[in-house]
């Protein structure tokens, strides 16, 4: 057997943290949420790993500098914990968290134009990538709050509303990716 592989998952099935070691159909809500959050945090790394080579927009809040980069390295780590908590170990996202997403939200609306239509995705490769991510972190979100609703976890409060405001901060993220590199936004016209 390798240890990158163990073939149990060959028919279909697989367990999670919290399942009493019985196999589930990999075709329910609960895998398709952690595989969704997979994907949004690969998407990530790679976000990441271009706003690097992009010469990384960075953003002040008080006398501290963050760079887009280390932003997404951080949403990845908090990824991971969203992903134990709803695979079902003693994992959960602290109102800290959340509030440090809030307070870069901020930051960003204070250095960009205020949102006066919707834009169309674009701009630079980081603001276009961010926009993916943004899509995959909606998406997450929503896989995240059906296992949830259907009570196959209760995922907390906090966890929530982390996913929640995550798409908002990727989106202003995309925006200041723009904004930095001079690139002004595109509004769809709608004919």
């Keep these: 057997m390798s240890g990158l592989y163990t073939g149990k998952g060959d028919g279909g099935t697989t367990k999670t943290f919290g399942c009493d070691q019985q196999r589930i159909s990999k075709a329910t809500e609960l895998p398709e949420a952690l595989g969704t959050l997979d994907e949004l945090n690969s998407f990530l790394g790679l976000a990441k790993i271009r706003a690097k080579k992009a010469q990384d927009s960075s953003l002040s809040i008080g006398k501290k500098h963050y760079a887009i980069s280390a932003i997404l390295r951080d949403v990845q780590e908090t990824l991971f914990i969203v992903q134990a908590e709803v695979a079902g170990a003693p994992k959960k996202v602290g109102k800290l968290k959340v509030t440090y997403v809030e307070k870069l939200i901020a930051a960003v609306e204070e250095e960009i134009p205020p949102v006066v239509s919707f834009s169309i995705a674009g ?3 980081v603001s276009a990538l ?3 991510a943004r899509t995959l972190a909606r998406r997450a979100e929503r ?4 296992v949830h609703e259907l009570e196959l976890r209760n995922v907390s409060p ?3 509303a982390y996913l929640n405001r ?5 989106f202003a993220l995309a925006r200041l990716a723009n904004h930095k590199s001079g690139v002004v936004e595109e509004n769809p016209t709608y004919r």
């Design 123 to 125: 701009g630079t490769e």
């Design 130 to 132: 961010l926009d993916v």
């Design 143 to 146: 896989r995240v709050i059906a």
């Design 158 to 160: 906090h966890t929530r």
């Design 166 to 170: 995550l798409s908002s901060l990727l």
